[in-house]
């Protein structure tokens, strides 16, 4: 379905232009895997996570104009943060008390922002690596995407019309009672694409 606003367990989900103007997105409900099994503390205990709220977000390249940024986010009082990443993929986090959710943003570039970035070297050993302040997007194909700071979604910015913008967003009730709410965060393995 066009949507201009997706309701979650936290927050509202908008796109929005630099005007702040929301802007129409195609969400369809997925289901990727039946079910994420997750251990639980030490026990390694089987906690099977229910998969039916995981949904596939799509921006055609064609309702976009080059160059321009658009925000892509829940706007909800929750504390969003860093979830996990893969390549080509990045995921937020955030929980409730009863919920787990996590969006997810397919990157394209992220093998041309690892060709930039500095590595990080501690005692001669580079154990990471660090963005430069500015990336230059002339290598970049598609769109670019960053997260926001907040970890409340991401912005973005076409660079050509050969691919549609593509976001993932699940999120888990926490069940069964008793499973420590961290175990729930291998919800972001939905939106890790």
């Not at 943060?81 to 919920?99: F, K, P």
């Amino acid at each position: 379905m066009t949507v201009t606003e997706f309701q979650t367990p936290c927050g509202s989900l908008l796109l929005t232009d630099a005007a702040g103007n929301r802007l129409p997105f195609d969400i369809v409900q997925e289901i990727w895997k039946p079910a994420l099994t997750v251990f639980h503390e030490y026990e390694q205990r089987n906690v099977p996570l229910p998969a039916q709220d995981q949904y596939t977000v799509t921006i055609p390249a064609a309702a976009l104009q080059t160059g321009a940024e658009y925000t892509f986010r829940l706007h909800g009082d929750f504390s969003f943060a860093y979830g996990d990443s893969d390549e080509r993929a990045v995921a937020n986090l955030a929980q409730t008390d009863s919920v787990t959710l996590s969006l997810g943003a397919e990157d394209l570039n992220d093998d041309a922002k690892d060709r930039q970035a500095f590595p990080v070297m501690e005692n001669g050993i580079c154990t990471g690596l660090r963005a430069p302040e500015q990336y230059d997007e002339s290598q970049f194909t598609a769109y670019a995407v960053y997260p926001l700071a907040d970890w409340s979604g991401y912005r973005f910015r076409l660079i050509d019309r050969s691919r549609a913008a593509r976001f993932r967003l699940a999120w888990v009730r926490h069940f069964p009672e008793g499973v420590e709410p961290d175990a729930y965060a291998a919800v972001t393995h939905w939106t890790i694409i």
